[in-house]
Structure formats: structure tokens, C-alpha cells
């Protein structure tokens, strides 16, 4: 893509090779990431419709929709009925949250937003979680961070102090953070994941319409932003949070796939293991594990062009404080302006030039 581009699209040496061998092609999708990130993942709608509306939605195979806290919701919005109108929901009304401040707080309590962000996921989700769990051609997997031992409960002290241990010890080694968290998966019925997730301790947990709509909660759940989600049915006890601390955005071993691409929209071109590793910038370089995944970010360029030269981002919730109707106007304004990466990346597809493609 030009330098005046919105889209940039990244690929992996195995990916390239392939698409300079065979373009790009719905069915070369085996699994579709989707990252944490907050408000961030915005940007990304009008591509989401476009990928689940348009152009995978026209195929036949099976594949996998692998997400992390928004990207959770994301992947399993591309699964209802109407994935479209889905999307298109999912951003005006995530662009509209708003929460009454308490009394006394200059920011709503974790307790508060939870309550009304489970009320809007049953609102949203209402009379789909069937259809989301049992879809006929897509594997729907929500990421989860699973406390251990003093993180298994939720508490005003232990939570606190479990989280520095984490942050410490992960600095020292992404594999110890094991020690105070897990991952743990939660699969819809069907194909396994075909990925081996023997990176960081982990867990697999059937997913259901029981506990789908926890298991969606948990992974949206930031800590000390929102409450914890404790005792999710069907899986080990304990306290869940948000998948992003574990997985902010899925630097998988993708290449255990075997056959097939990873399609990854992206808000960036990096791919950072873990949330707590946004500050490690060694551990957002590339590695073999992204070989066959693409990538599709935006351009930095183009991002300089949106309102405040940057992604919506959770930092907005205080720069705007009370003035909803300003939040709602600008971030509005980036997800329309972002539509030029979906008609981008549909021109790319009619005629698949490797020579556009960027390294990861």
C-alpha cells in the first residue's frame, strides 16, 4: 500500500509466500485473532463488516474466531444472524456508554460499570447466544485470565498485591506469569483449536449457552475497572478477568495450525504477548509464531488524521469526563473515517499484489 494508504497490510514470511503463489482467498482462512484494546478496536468495525458480511460470510469453511476482551465481543458479534447489523450495533453503542457518576466518585466503581456492561451484553445478545455458540461454520474462542492463589478471589488487598507479584514476575519472564495467572479458553462445540497454546499455563473449557454470556463478561472484565467474574460454570472456580492480561493480542503459535492463514485486523502492526508487556518494547517484535499471519493495521499516517491525531483509546473517557455528546461526535468520526480500510483492503483483494505487503 502507498504511503497515502489507511490500510498497511503485514504479513509473515509463510504468508507471503503464499499470497505471491495463490493471492488471498476466503478459503485460506483458518482462523481469524482479535485483539484487546478497548476503544481502540473501533476502528476496526467497518472492516469487520466487510470480512463477516461480505467476504468470509460467502464461503463454506469451518473457521475460527479467536478474541480477547473487545475482540471477544467482536468475534462473536461475526456469528449472529445479521454479523452486519451486528457490527453496526456494537459501535454505536459502545461509542454511547455512558455511566451516571455516584455520588462522591469522580469515576464510575468497578461494581457500577460491571452491572450495566453485563445488562448491555444481555441486551445485545438476546435471543443470539444459541446461534453464537452453535454456529454451523464458525468456532467461536473467548479468552480468559483466570486468577491462581492469591488472585483466585477477588479482594480489596490480596487483588492488589496478587497484580504487583504479576507485573514483577512477568517482567522477569512472560512463561512465570503462570504463576499468578492462567489462561483459560472457552471453545464453542465442534473442531478444536488448532493451535498449541503451550506457551503460558492454559486451560480449555467447552463454551455453552450457560456460560457464555460470564464467559463474555470475564474477558471484557479490566481489572480494578470493572469487577471480577467469579466461578464461570462449567469451568474451574476462581476469579476471571479481562483475556488481554494474559493475551492482549494473541501472539499465538500460529504456525501449529499447520495448512491455512491467520487473518488478524489489527489496530497496529505490532502483536504484544501480553497486557502487561505494553511497556516491554523487546517483547512486540515479530517473531517465527506470526510466520503465517496477516495483518491488517491501520496506517500511522492516516491514524495522525483522526480527531486528536490518535485511535479512540480509554484515555478518552476522562480527557471528554461529562461532555458525552463531544466523545460521541469524535469517536463517530473515526469509525466513519474508517472506512477506507475496508474499501482498501476489498480493492487489495481483487487483485492480491504482493509487493504492497509489509513485513510484521
Not at 463454506?60 to 457490527?87: E, K, N, Y
Amino acid at each position: 500500500m502507498s504511503s497515502s494508504s489507511a490500510l498497511h497490510i503485514h504479513a509473515g514470511p509463510a504468508a507471503r509466500r503464499h499470497i505471491e503463489s495463490h493471492g488471498l482467498r476466503p478459503a485460506d482462512v483458518r482462523v481469524v485473532a482479535a485483539a484487546a484494546g478497548g476503544p481502540k478496536g473501533l476502528i476496526l468495525n467497518p472492516l469487520d463488516q466487510f470480512l463477516f458480511g461480505r467476504w468470509l460470510g460467502a464461503s463454506a469453511h469451518p473457521v475460527h474466531l479467536v478474541g480477547a476482551s473487545i475482540g471477544a465481543w467482536r468475534m462473536a458479534t461475526a456469528a449472529m444472524d445479521a454479523p452486519m447489523q451486528g457490527f453496526a450495533r456494537l459501535a454505536h453503542d459502545y461509542i454511547r456508554q455512558d455511566y451516571e457518576i455516584e455520588p462522591g466518585r469522580s469515576m464510575p466503581s468497578a461494581a457500577q460499570v460491571s452491572r450495566e456492561f453485563e445488562r448491555e451484553l444481555h441486551d445485545f445478545f438476546d435471543g443470539q447466544v444459541e446461534q453464537v455458540v452453535a454456529h454451523p461454520r464458525y468456532r467461536l474462542h473467548i479468552v480468559t485470565s483466570r486468577g491462581r492463589h492469591i488472585l483466585g478471589r477477588e479482594g480489596r488487598v490480596r487483588t492488589p498485591l496478587g497484580y504487583l507479584g504479576a507485573v514483577l514476575s512477568n517482567a522477569v519472564s512472560r512463561k512465570t506469569l503462570g504463576a499468578w495467572l492462567e489462561r483459560v479458553v472457552f471453545s464453542s462445540p465442534g473442531d478444536a483449536l488448532p493451535v498449541d497454546l503451550g506457551d503460558l499455563r492454559h486451560r480449555r473449557v467447552r463454551l455453552d449457552a450457560a456460560n457464555f454470556r460470564s464467559a463474555l463478561l470475564a474477558s471484557c472484565s479490566i481489572p480494578f475497572v470493572l469487577k471480577a467474574v467469579h466461578d464461570i460454570p462449567g469451568a474451574p472456580p476462581g476469579a476471571y478477568w479481562d483475556g488481554g492480561i494474559t493475551d492482549y493480542h494473541l501472539h499465538w503459535r500460529y504456525p501449529s495450525l499447520g495448512e491455512g492463514l491467520v487473518l488478524y485486523p489489527h489496530f497496529q502492526k505490532a502483536v504484544v504477548p501480553g497486557w502487561l508487556d505494553k511497556a516491554l518494547k523487546h517483547r512486540h517484535r515479530a517473531t517465527p509464531s506470526l510466520d503465517n499471519v496477516v495483518v491488517l493495521a491501520p496506517n500511522p499516517e492516516w491514524v495522525r488524521s483522526l480527531p486528536n491525531a490518535k485511535l479512540p483509546d480509554r484515555n478518552d473517557f476522562r480527557h471528554y469526563g461529562p461532555n458525552l455528546a463531544a466523545r460521541v461526535r469524535d469517536w463517530s468520526r473515526a469509525v466513519a473515517e474508517s472506512q477506507r480500510l475496508a474499501d482498501e483492503f476489498a480493492a487489495w483483494l481483487e487483485k492480491p499484489d504482493a509487493s504492497k505487503l509489509q513485513p510484521l
